[in-house]
Every structure is written in structure tokens, then in C-alpha cells.
């Protein structure tokens, strides 16, 4: 089966014996209209956070070594699946570490994720040359060709949250920052167009 438009997406199980939801998250692809929803993967594992690439063939999802998302939980891998065939391969992972929220720029396929050892997490960002972390709180962040924009909390465990959108040009000695909004509310998961001009 072939798809034109694919959604991918994670999904529980409902299990009609005890009429309850079970974690044991799976990845499911379908067309852009709902029909041909096919499960791609399978097993005792948690399956989370699916990102396509821009050939729109392969998608990168995370693997937990539990029956639910348990990001402190060590052994968390990132698999690359073809969708089509169902066929995967291990795409990355990290002694004592998680790797989780996986985002695909449709800009050069720039990955980040958080690469999570216990309760502390950072966010990582893989590009065709190099790999680094950002030097500041950082979560759910996504690329761009010349920059990052990420979610940053002030306060972390404050309720309610207080989490700007930040850009960041460059890494190291030279980077900039930029906020694109206040941090006096909750502003989530950033996402940009294909061409880079909107969020």
C-alpha cells in the first residue's frame, strides 16, 4: 500500500476484554483523509513522538523500554521506519540515556530531540556536520537553516507555566537569542512551513 498525503501518528490500544486504554503506545500511518490506517509498529515497547523526513517515506519515532512514556526510564532509542514497508532500523541511541520528542526540520532534515539521563534533559540538535546541545533550558524545539526556536521555561515546576518561544542563531561563544514571545503564559510546540517563512 502507497500513500499520497501520510499522516503519521501515535496511538494506545483499547482493549475491548477489560473496556480500558492500555499504553503500549504504537506508530500508525493513514491518509490525509482517514482511510488506510495501518499500524507500523508492534511489540511490548512504547512507541512515541513520530517525525517525518522530508522525503515524506521514512519517519523517525521514539522506542521506550516501557509499557508507557517513561522518559527517566534509561534505554529510550530514536528507530527510522519506512512507512510503505514497515521495515526499521536503529537510528540512534545512547548508553543511560532517553531520546524523546524527535522534530524534523522540512529544511535539510535538521533533528532535534531531548536527550533525557534521569530528571535532567537537553535539547539536541543533529544536522549533515555536526551534533551539539543548547546551552540554555530547551524543550520541543524545531530548525531552521540558520537557527533553532525552542520552547524556554523560566521557572521550571511553577504552576501555571511560564514558557516563552525562543530563536537561537549559532551555537557556542556566538550565539544569539531572540524571544518571539513573553513568558507570561504557556506558548507550545513551535513548528515552521516548508519553505522556513511561517511558524
Known amino acids: 500500500m502507497t500513500y499520497t498525503n501520510p499522516i503519521i501518528f501515535a496511538r494506545t490500544h483499547f482493549d475491548e476484554k477489560i473496556k480500558t486504554v492500555l499504553d ?3 506508530i500508525w500511518i493513514m491518509e490525509e483523509d482517514g482511510s488506510n490506517q495501518k499500524q ?3 511489540g511490548n515497547t512504547y512507541d512515541d513522538h513520530p517525525a517525518f523526513f522530508s522525503d515524506g517515506q521514512h519517519a523517525l519515532y521514539s522506542e521506550f523500554n516501557a509499557t508507557n512514556f517513561s522518559p527517566q526510564t534509561p534505554g529510550g532509542k530514536l528507530y527510522k521506519i519506512n512507512i510503505h514497508t514497515g521495515e526499521r532500523e536503529l537510528y540512534a541511541q545512547e548508553e543511560g540515556c532517553t531520546f524523546h520528542h524527535v522534530t524534523i526540520s522540512p529544511i535539510d532534515d535538521i533533528l532535534m530531540y531531548h536527550r533525557q539521563v534521569g530528571n535532567f534533559v537537553y535539547q ?3 544536522t549533515k556536520t555536526e551534533t551539539y546541545e543548547l546551552p540554555m533550558r530547551a524543550i520541543n524545539g524545531i530548525a531552521l537553516k540558520d537557527s533553532v526556536i525552542f520552547m524556554h521555561e523560566k521557572n521550571l515546576g511553577r504552576s501555571p507555566r511560564e514558557v516563552a518561544l525562543v530563536q537561537m542563531f549559532g551555537h557556542g561563544q556566538n550565539a544569539r537569542t531572540v524571544f518571539l514571545t513573553d513568558d507570561q503564559c504557556l506558548h507550545r510546540r ?7 517563512q511561517w511558524m
Open 190 to 196: 513551535p513548528a515552521v512551513s516548508p519553505d522556513g
Open 124 to 126: 539536541r540538535v543533529v
Open 40 to 42: 507500523l509498529t508492534f
Open 24 to 26: 503500549h503506545g504504537k
